[in-house]
Nanobody
Framework: QVPLVESGGGLVQAGGSLRLSCTASGFIFSRYNVGWFRQAPGKAREFVAAIRWSSFNPTYADSVKGRFTISRDNSKNTAYLQMNNLKPEDTAIYYC?????????????????WGQGTQVTVSS
């Protein structure tokens, strides 16, 4: 069983919005920090946003700050990434991951489990 499943990706025009979901199963989701990462073709996986188990003090990459919002609903074992004012350079596969560190990390290798990813394509 895959512990994390992303959904909500798709094709959108520049300036549009999408909301990604990351649904967890098989573990106590509320004890984990959640991170969103993305990977475009030919590029390294990069940090997008992260949120602590308590939802306190979310962290964002500079490239998405002011446009993306990360949130979570522990009662639904789900985290979200609201993406507004999308740009063609946001095109990538988006992944969610979980981590039990005491503080948020932006380093993908420090996350424990990953979803399979969801494709986001932004046309110009």
């Amino acid at each position: 069983q895959v512990p994390l499943v992303e959904s909500g990706g798709g094709l959108v025009q520049a300036g549009g919005s999408l909301r990604l979901s990351c649904t967890a199963s098989g573990f106590i989701f509320s004890r984990y920090n959640v991170g969103w990462f993305r990977q475009a073709p030919g590029k390294a996986r990069e940090f997008v946003a992260a949120i602590r188990w308590s939802s306190f003090n979310p962290t964002y990459a500079d490239s998405v700050k002011g446009r993306f919002t990360i949130s979570r609903d522990n009662s639904k074992n789900t985290a979200y990434l609201q993406m507004n004012n999308l740009k063609p350079e946001d095109t990538a596969i988006y992944y969610c991951a979980v981590d039990r560190s005491a503080t948020i990390t932006t380093i993908y290798s420090e996350y424990d489990s990953w979803g399979q990813g969801t494709q986001v394509t932004v046309s110009s």
